[in-house]
């Protein structure tokens, strides 16, 4: 399917405003809930500890990564139409999710040792830690690529049943790789705290180099547009590479393979059970309904995931501080921070959560002809996403303090949870069921997350009144 022409588009955004005007109590409600909320206080406490001025640079370049993987999942559906779209999501997903496992954790074990070691100079310790962990995930993301590419006929025919997507895995599972390379060098950016580098990298480069690839080239078909993700993948790592290279200073310290896996084995356990309480609802729902309404599904997620990238913002900021303000016994400082990043969290979306909630059709015929079906999906997965955001950063606070295990122990709940009200649901409500399952576990593993933080920290993050 190509583009909208000049005309529908011009349509479309009238119809959007129009709608947008005449729910009126959309922007009171709005209005009355910022006017209970003393900004003065907040941005007064906020400069204090210099996050205002980090939280929105922050913001702006999530904005920016945000909108970039919006107008992908855009083109893509307007590009490859409803149909081609689900085949293209679907095997993007299951690179999201083996390539995170291929990671083994060591995203956030990246950020806290990075995190760490920067203010003390230790730079060889942040060198150490990225080697060692670039040449963990090249042995585990290397094979796991050439499964897939070799398996894709199996995967496809018995476990999904659609023999179309057997191409479109071949043709992605190289991004698999390059995926998983260029996201450890954004995550040590993140712990530098050099916010716009690690977004850039891990964002917005790739999602660019993919929206020109579609378009320059007018990809038409799923297995097109998976080449041209991976190619993007691959241009990704190289320049995050580089930008790496120029962050660096110099000194000595090191993190010795001990201190590596004695964090990032919890975490692997983690980052499994969070992508299981991600898609496995979307797994499920692939091998049981057409592929339109998988691409429902999968644009309904990524859209309310726009509800959240503000918490993805604030923890670009907060990560690093919560390792060193714990290593550093400033628990007070701690809870403060974490408390006011969550007033600041809900305060940027509750709009976006609300417009998602009463103009869900509209939202979805962005993604073109056959899309608009899938405004209830986005309904509900909006409010889970909304819990994350209100929950706060519970994840980054557990790891950064070195509570690994406990949020280990939190996503032992949440993933099975999600495997298995997925299974009921989705042959009772197909994608609705499997909408249902994902907010019921996210919403789950968040909660249980806070009282990990009070057990452990000594305080709720759901007590934002304190900040």
Excluded at 34 to 55: G, P
Excluded at 167 to 187: N, R, Y
Excluded at 280 to 287: K, L, R
Excluded at 313 to 335: I, T
Aim: proline residues 3%; charged residues 10%; neutral net charge.
């Amino acid at each position: 399917m190509g583009f909208l022409s000049n005309s529908q588009e011009i349509f479309l955004i009238h119809d959007f405003f129009e709608k947008l005007s005449g729910n009126l109590f959309v922007l009171l409600l709005c209005s009355s809930t910022y006017r209970m909320i003393n900004f003065k206080e907040i941005f007064s406490k906020l400069s204090q500890n210099e996050l205002l001025f980090q939280a929105v640079l922050s913001f702006f370049v999530r904005v920016l990564a945000a909108l970039a993987g919006f107008i992908v999942s855009v083109v893509v559906s307007l590009q490859l139409g409803a149909e081609g779209a689900g085949y293209y999501f679907l095997a993007f997903s299951i690179v999201m999710v083996l390539s995170a496992i291929s990671r083994a954790g060591l995203d956030n074990t990246i950020v806290r040792f990075t995190g760490a070691a920067r203010p003390e100079g230790e730079w060889g310790a942040v060198r150490a830690v990225l080697r060692r962990s670039v040449i963990v995930t090249l042995l585990s993301s290397v094979p796991v690529a050439g499964v897939v590419y070799w398996l894709s006929d199996f995967l496809a025919m018995e476990v999904f049943e659609k023999p179309a997507l057997a191409e479109v895995l071949q043709a992605i599972s190289p991004g698999i790789v390059g995926l998983s390379i260029f996201t450890l060098f954004a995550m040590s950016l993140q712990g530098l705290q050099k916010v716009i580098a690690s977004v850039l990298t891990v964002n917005i480069i790739v999602n660019v180099l993919l929206i020109l690839a579609l378009l320059l080239f007018a990809l038409q078909t799923p297995q097109q547009a998976a080449w041209a993700y991976s190619i993007a993948t691959v241009l990704t790592a190289i320049l995050g590479f580089a930008i790496y290279r120029n962050a660096l200073g110099e000194g000595g310290g090191d993190v010795s393979w001990g201190e590596l896996f004695q964090s990032c084995l919890p975490l692997w356990v983690v980052v499994i059970m969070s992508q299981l309480t991600q898609f496995s609802g979307q797994f499920i729902a692939g091998a049981w309904v057409a592929p339109e309404e998988v691409a429902q599904l999968a644009v309904a997620q990524r859209t309310a995931l726009l509800t959240s990238f503000i918490l993805m913002a604030v923890n670009l900021v907060v990560a690093p501080r919560f390792a060193s303000m714990y290593k550093n016994g400033e628990l007070d400082k701690l809870e403060k921070l974490a408390l006011t990043s969550v007033k600041l969290m809900v305060i940027f979306a509750l709009p976006i959560v609300l417009v998602m909630l009463v103009f869900p059709e509209l939202i979805m015929s962005l993604f073109g002809e056959g899309f608009s079906e899938g405004g209830q999906l986005l309904q509900i997965l909006a409010i889970g996403q909304f819990i994350n955001v209100a929950t706060g950063s519970v994840g980054y606070l557990l790891t950064m303090s070195g509570h690994e295990k406990d949020l280990r122990n939190t996503v032992l709940i949440s993933g099975p949870a999600a495997i298995a009200l997925a299974f009921i649901l989705v042959p009772l409500y197909g994608a609705v069921g499997s909408a249902i399952a994902t907010a019921i576990a996210i919403a789950t593993q968040n909660l249980v997350a806070v009282w990990w933080v009070k057990k452990r920290l000594g305080f709720n993050t759901l007590a934002v009144w304190k900040a």
